[in-house]
């Protein structure tokens, strides 16, 4: 399935649009699970199936399997989603940015070692570097835009022939990049007002938006600058504040007790 269609549907059928990120650090393991040789999966799977139906797609971050050579627990944990919650699409967090052949070694481990629906990228090595994502029609390609970190400003505010070199990132992803309608933007929710320009910039094109809960981004204004005119448009990223809500055996009933509440602070500005 096309990512933005497995996209879209998440939004309607789950009535949802937060992201689920998938960050395992095992230092915040309960304790039942810190000596698991495959304790990453076995957490990201329980809160996967604890969250799966308030979530319009899961963000595993890639370094937090690559750091613990646990590669083969993320490609694990895609499997364990496509084949249990097949309508929730996976966006791999690695926001790869290179030359054009190994970019295209890249895009080979993103969709066809990972499986992964969508993928993050830099942008800033030009369209030649993003090309090898493109090739993969029906998978997600979502670039860096207005990132969540207050370090974003040295580059992205700066003024590129009249306009903010975010600006110029979102009209050229809008205007030239996405022929195949397969692209989106990552707009922090720590700077709405930016969202509502890229957002004025791009039309309906999918935003993944993080820096909510543990970032302190607040769904009020992210919604009202972001919302497209459906109410959709958004993937807002949730991690830490979902993934360890609890410390305890109950870890993952917390997680979902508080994706829920966080599903329905974004609903209720729909």
Not at 5 to 10: P, R, Y
Not at 212 to 218: H, W
Not at 231 to 246: E, K, T
Request: one cysteine or more; glycine letters at 8%; hydrophobic letters at 40%.
């Amino acid at each position: 399935m096309h990512f933005m269609t497995a996209l879209k549907g998440a939004w309607q059928q789950r009535n949802s649009l937060l992201c689920v990120g998938l960050d395992p650090d095992p230092a915040r393991f309960p304790a039942h699970l810190q000596d698991k040789p495959d304790a990453i999966f076995e957490f990201c799977k329980q809160i996967v199936d604890a969250t799966a139906d308030l979530a319009c797609c899961f963000k595993p971050q890639i370094a937090y399997f690559a750091a613990r050579r646990a590669e083969d627990q993320l490609e694990a944990l895609i499997d364990h989603i496509h084949a249990r919650h097949p309508d929730t699409p996976v966006v791999l967090d690695a926001k790869r940015g290179d030359i054009g052949s190994t970019a295209e070694q890249y895009a080979v481990e993103a969709f066809e070692r990972f499986r992964a629906d969508a993928i993050t990228v830099n942008p800033y090595m030009g369209r030649d570097s993003v090309d090898p994502y493109l090739a993969y029609p029906d998978k997600g390609v979502i670039l860096l835009c207005r990132t969540s970190n207050p370090g974003g400003s040295d580059l992205q505010f700066l003024d590129v022939g009249g306009e903010k070199l975010y600006e110029r990132v979102a009209r050229l992803v809008a205007e030239d990049w996405n022929a195949s309608g397969n692209c989106g933007l990552v707009v922090g929710a720590t700077f709405p007002a930016e969202i509502a320009r890229v957002r004025e910039l791009t039309g309906d094109m999918p935003l993944l938006v993080p820096g909510i809960g543990a970032q302190g981004g607040d769904i009020a204004a992210t919604m009202q600058a972001g919302r497209t005119a459906d109410g959709c448009g958004l993937m807002i990223n949730s991690s830490r504040a979902i993934l360890y809500a609890g410390k305890g055996e109950d870890f993952a009933a917390e997680a979902r007790r508080v994706a829920l509440e966080t599903r329905d602070a974004i609903n209720a500005q729909r």
